[in-house]
């Protein structure tokens, strides 16, 4: 691949675009491009680099973002280069085969707060091959450097959206802040947002404040019934890496398909609310 063009898919995934690397890994007889050839499909359809022009990109640029609309996985295109059967429109007269390749498009974990807790959870999300984006308002806690597991956002919190955050049923929402005010306005913030979880971080004491006060703002109470509250597994963990494990398990769990109830009650006394289709639009748990 052009090291150019590989750069400049990094570079917008990190960004958080998404697209769809088209790459020709079959070709015999005559064609416009050779094997390992490739170009990016943006949702738009706008693209960088060429598999050779001609009916054959616009059919597979097509195709490419079906399947970004679609949010499906990778898929295969076949192209025979014949006249007679593209209506006269190629006459190369050889076959090639395009994989096309969704980038972009994993289920996301998105962490409100970048103090320990959400630098270890970005870690362990990223790890466990989630993209990942993290929001803070301070700099000195939300910037590449020191969180260099996916994107960050600083901006205030009622610009987050403007800076590009997109929720969408692969969303994986964690609300760790510094502060029990702060997490309310996020949990304020995210009501009726589409996402297919949606965790609080912090004690039952804390909970029940910040559950209490928005409520009396007029918060709905089943939106919040359906926080994962306290967020993650009863590990008993401490430690901010204890923490990112117990919630990034519980998330991976929701993700699959797991079976939380045997998970939670061996362990936990009163567990937090459980509810295994995750939020509306989102039924099967966000697999």
């Known amino acids: ?35 390992g050839a490739s170009m990016w499909v943006r949702p738009d359809g706008s693209i960088a680099g060429t598999i050779g022009g001609g009916i054959l990109e616009y059919e597979v640029i097509k195709k490419a973002t079906a399947l970004l609309g679609a949010r499906s996985g990778p898929a295969i295109h076949r192209a025979r280069l014949r006249e ?17 390749e969704p980038l972009g498009v994993e289920a996301e974990v998105v962490i409100f707060g970048a103090g320990h807790v959400g630098k270890a959870l970005a870690e362990a999300a990223n790890a466990a091959g989630f993209s990942v984006t993290v929001w803070d308002e301070r700099e ?11 994107r960050v956002i600083t901006c205030p919190l009622g610009e987050v959206f403007e800076r590009g955050l997109e929720l969408d049923d692969r969303s994986y929402v964690v609300v760790a802040t510094r502060g029990h005010s702060l997490d309310a306005e996020v949990l304020r913030l995210l009501e009726g947002k589409p996402m297919a979880y949606l965790g609080l971080m912090g004690s039952r004491k804390k909970i029940a404040h910040v559950r209490k006060s928005l409520m009396e703002r007029g918060v709905s109470e089943e939106y919040l019934d359906r926080v994962f509250q306290p967020v ?51 039924e099967g748990g966000g697999g």
Not at 5 to 32: A, K, M, R
Not at 140 to 150: L, R, S, T, V
């Open 1 to 35: 691949m052009d090291r150019d063009l590989l750069n400049l898919i990094h570079d917008e995934l990190l960004e958080g675009w998404i697209g769809v690397l088209c790459t020709v890994t079959g070709s015999e007889g005559s064609t416009p491009r050779e094997l």
């Open 84 to 100: 007679e059967e593209s209506d006269g429109e190629s006459v190369c007269g050889g076959d090639m085969i395009v994989l096309m």
């Open 140 to 150: 000195d806690y939300a910037n590449a450097g020191e969180i260099p597991f996916g």
């Open 232 to 282: 993650g597994l009863p590990l008993r963990a401490e430690t901010p890496g204890e923490i990112a494990a117990s919630i990034i398990s519980e998330i991976i769990a929701v993700h699959r398909g797991g079976d939380l109830e045997t998970l939670r009650s061996p362990y936990a006394k009163e567990p937090g609310p459980f509810f295994p289709n995750g939020f509306p639009g989102n």
